[in-house]
């Protein structure tokens, strides 16, 4: 499990925390290069479906995914409060759409849970974990698989 190879300062995941429908979600914020309101996107074509398209970041083409539909979770309009992370995993930088970003949070290694404890519910290779916050559940996404690097369409 991905979990169990990282390094953690003090036994603890730092993570930005976003909100997909009624869902919290969490990335490391090692991988978070900064977090930005919604702008335009233009579609490319003989792209997959959850590719929303790509973006202008300072000059630079910046690829952005639909985080919802590559989870499977039913779509909503966008509201004031959908941001674009911007993610830097493997060299490969790419903007992700959520709903809302809550906040900044530290999850002791012995909180998190292995994926399997919610496979019923989501796709199990997207997800690396589980915080268990009292009464908060925070599904702790896999990047490398979420956004596919270096792997080929099943």
Same mark, same amino acid.
């Given at each position: 499990?991905?979990?169990?190879?990282?390094?953690?300062?003090?036994?603890?995941?730092?993570?930005?925390?976003?909100?997909?429908?009624?869902?919290?979600?969490?990335?490391?914020?090692?991988?978070?290069?900064?977090?930005?309101?919604?702008?335009?996107?233009?579609?490319?074509?003989?792209?997959?479906?959850?590719?929303?398209?790509?973006?202008?970041?300072?000059?630079?083409?910046?690829?952005?995914?639909?985080?919802?539909?590559?989870?499977?979770?039913?779509?909503?309009?966008?509201?004031?409060?959908? $941001?674009? *992370? #911007? +993610?830097?995993?493997?060299?490969?930088? @790419? &903007?992700?759409?959520?709903? %809302?970003?809550?906040?900044?949070?530290?999850?002791?290694?012995?909180?998190?849970?292995?994926?399997?404890?919610?496979?019923?519910?989501?796709?199990?290779?997207?997800?690396?974990?589980?915080?268990?916050?009292?009464? $908060?559940? *925070? #599904? +702790?996404?896999?990047?490398?698989?979420? @956004? &596919?690097?270096?792997?080929? %369409?099943?």
């Amino acid at each position: 499990m991905m979990v169990e190879e990282r390094e953690y300062s003090n036994n603890e995941e730092q993570l930005v925390v976003f909100k997909l429908a009624r869902e919290e979600y969490g990335v490391s914020i090692l991988n978070v290069q900064e977090i930005k309101r919604i702008t335009e996107i233009t579609r490319v074509p003989y792209t997959p479906e959850f590719i929303k398209g790509v973006m202008n970041l300072r000059g630079s083409v910046l690829p952005v995914i639909d985080t919802k539909k590559r989870l499977g979770i039913e779509n909503e309009e966008y509201t004031d409060d959908t $941001r674009i *992370i #911007i +993610l830097k995993v493997d060299e490969v930088s @790419i &903007g992700m759409i959520v709903d %809302a970003v809550s906040e900044v949070i530290a999850i002791p290694q012995d909180k998190i849970e292995p994926p399997e404890s919610v496979v019923a519910r989501y796709e199990h290779s997207f997800i690396s974990g589980v915080g268990n916050l009292e009464n $908060r559940l *925070i #599904i +702790l996404l896999d990047l490398v698989e979420m @956004i &596919g690097i270096g792997t080929e %369409a099943k």
